[in-house]
């Protein structure tokens, strides 16, 4: 089971940005799908995120500005990003937990590489 991100680069503060991450692997479910962000000197924080039902949960510092979304039938989750700040530059990764995949395994959780994403001011 391997997770693909894409989408991070530069943009001014003020923009837009969408991620997006792809999980790959005989994938049969995936419980929820998340995305977290690393600047430098700082903790891993949760930014977002989203369970196969659909619920949603947010960092304080991006609700309004962010939207998780997910795509089951691709395994795939997508963070668009509005109004950028330069507080959000960072290194923003996927993760999934719980997938089922192959004939029944699981794994508990999956990262994919980060994506970096600069916000100038």
């Known amino acids: 089971v391997q997770l693909q991100a894409s989408g991070g680069g530069l943009v001014a503060a003020g923009g837009s940005l969408r991620l997006s991450c792809a999980a790959s692997g005989s994938i049969i479910t995936i419980n929820a799908m998340n995305w977290y962000r690393q600047a430098p000197g700082k903790q891993r924080e949760l930014v977002a995120g989203i369970t196969s039902g659909g619920s949603t949960n947010y960092a304080d510092s991006v609700k309004g500005r962010f939207t998780i979304s997910r795509d089951n039938a691709k395994n795939t989750v997508y963070l668009q990003m509005n109004s950028l700040k330069p507080e959000d530059s960072a290194v923003y990764y996927c993760?999934?937990?719980?997938?089922?995949?192959?004939?029944?395994?699981?794994?508990?959780?999956?990262w994919g590489r980060g994506t970096l994403v600069t916000v100038s001011s």
């Open positions: 993760n999934a937990e719980r997938i089922r995949y192959g004939h029944d395994y699981y794994v508990s959780s999956r």
